[in-house]
């Protein structure tokens, strides 16, 4: 019998092959698209299966199921946004996409919280799908603002590169509820952006705000694990040695030390 360990992440592909599906019956999908998703769901799948296998658990909590139900939508963007770089996308159907998956987000944390399902895997995974629809929505709108807008997308891999050269920035973050409102800024106005609602002054000037909301949340991070990071223990210096004190001697008489008496000079004769 297959465990639920195997079959649960392979669900999850199954519901990336019927998304794109819909795209190509609908507002249609070229073979580029179809690669893209595909893509993305075998390493949704491989990742987490891997994550699952590390964590010790065998089989996704309800939040999870909430959280790859947007990560096949997520496979639906990133597919539409391949397809837009060669000719026109029904751009509607990118920002319902879009939208349903960002509204997940608030979804699957309020099922997690709830059912008492919070884990660190679902955070983590959480997490990865938010930062990878944030980077593919940063690469639909790059043609319409410039390609200035790909910082916003990068930024978080950036940061966890950092953390491969530099061991402080590996330092677990403390719960901070401002840090969920800038990532859920950064997706709206990205979404907003791509629907084209906007002439390009007023939104080029919405994501350069949601860029400054963004740098000031990591700047806020790095500062907190750079003054909480690990510093070495101070080195000790090495203890002086001692010369025995030659036979006979007496020790110098000190004022206001006063020196205990050995065995045999107590009464003048040895105890």
């Known amino acids: 019998m297959v465990s639920a360990l195997r079959t649960d992440p392979f669900a999850g592909a199954i519901l990336q092959v019927g998304v794109l599906a819909a795209l190509a019956g609908t507002a249609g999908l070229s073979a580029y698209g179809w690669l893209a998703g595909l893509l993305f769901g075998v390493v949704t799948v491989a990742a987490l299966g891997y994550g699952l296998r590390r964590s010790g658990a065998d089989r996704l909590g309800p939040a999870d199921w909430v959280t790859l139900t947007r990560a096949t939508l997520t496979g639906g963007v990133a597919a539409l946004t391949v397809d837009s770089f060669r000719e026109p996308i029904v751009v509607p159907v990118l920002v319902v996409l879009s939208a349903v998956a960002l509204s997940l987000d608030w979804v699957d944390g309020q099922v997690a919280r709830r059912t008492g399902t919070v884990s660190a895997l679902g955070a983590r995974f959480d997490m ?69 609602v906007l002439p390009r002054p007023l939104a080029v000037a919405v994501l350069l705000g949601a860029l400054a909301l963004l740098v000031e949340s990591f700047g806020r991070d790095v500062g907190w694990l750079w003054r909480h990071r690990v510093r070495p223990a101070p080195r000790e210096l090495p203890a002086a040695p001692v010369s025995p004190a030659p036979a006979g001697h007496r020790p110098e008489w000190t004022p206001g030390v006063r020196i205990a008496r050995q065995p045999a000079e107590v009464g003048g004769r040895h105890r």
């Open 128 to 196: 990865e799908v938010d930062s990878f629809l944030v980077l593919v929505l940063c690469g639909y709108v790059a043609d319409q603002v410039g390609a200035w807008v790909l910082v916003i997308g990068a930024m978080r891999y950036v940061f966890v590169a950092g953390g491969w050269v530099l061991p402080w920035m590996r330092g677990s973050l403390p719960p901070r509820y401002w840090r969920k409102v800038v990532a859920a800024t950064q997706g709206i106005a990205l979404a907003v952006v791509a629907a084209g």
